[in-house]
Each structure stands twice: as C-alpha cells, then as structure tokens.
Nanobody
Framework: QLQLVESGGGLVQPGGSLRLSCAASRFSLEDYAIGWFRQAPGKEREGVSCIGSSDTYAYYGDSVKGRFTISMNNAKNTVYLQMNSLKPEDTAVYYC???????????????????WGQGTQVTVSS
C-alpha cells in the first residue's frame, strides 16, 4: 500500500515561508496524481493544490493562488508545496494525498484521492 509522509510544517510569522514535503515509499510518485489539502479546527478539508503529469497540470485553490507552488522531484520521489506570503488563515493541518494517475490532470477534491498521509501542522502567528 502506498505510504505518504508529510514534513516541513511548523510555526512561522505572517509573511513568512515554509516548504512542505510529501515523500512516498515503495511506489513511484510519477505514477500518481498528488494533492495537498488542509483542515483547520471546525472547518471542512480544503483543497490547496494538486499536480498531474507535469507542472502544466498544476491547480490551486483560490485562497492560495499566486502564493503557493506545487512541484515534483522525481529523483527524490517527493512532491513539494512551497508556501510564501503566509497568512494566519493558512493555519491548518496539511495533508498530501495520492491517486493512481489515469490522465494528465488532477481534480482538487478530497474524494478524488484514495491514499492520505498523516498530516503536518502549519501555524502562522506572530
């Protein structure tokens, strides 16, 4: 079974940056669509970004467009989420998710993905 491990979360001041990593074991992420989602206390899980076969097929939620960038390093079998200009409302647990890739694109919905990591906490506060 595909195992995903997120890392890179932490406490950062507003306006700061963090880079989250999603690493996989036993399977090549090249064969999967990868998504990043987040969930704040008392709120529904929100789609942040997903990537299909290449950066051409990267999609972002409205609240993070222009600030976050998703990328894949095939050599390291890792997907990254670069988060810049962080705001307090970005505070949440961030999860990566995967689905065997059947097309070039992806869909930024939790129900689209079948494998999930345990999450990493991101807190944006002064």
């Amino acid at each position: 079974q595909l195992q995903l491990v997120e890392s890179g979360g932490g406490l950062v001041q507003p306006g700061g940056s963090l880079r989250l990593s999603c690493a996989a074991s036993r399977f090549s992420l090249e064969d999967y669509a990868i998504g990043w989602f987040r969930q704040a206390p008392g709120k529904e899980r929100e789609g942040v970004s997903c990537i299909g076969s290449s950066d051409t097929y990267a999609y972002y939620g409205d609240s993070v467009k222009g600030r976050f960038t998703i990328s894949m390093n095939n050599a390291k079998n890792t997907v990254y989420l670069q988060m810049n200009s962080l705001k307090p409302e970005d505070t949440a647990v961030y999860y990566c998710a995967a689905r065997p890739r059947l097309s070039r694109s992806c869909v930024l919905r939790p129900s689209y993905f079948g494998s999930w990591g345990q999450g990493t906490q991101v807190t944006v506060s002064s």
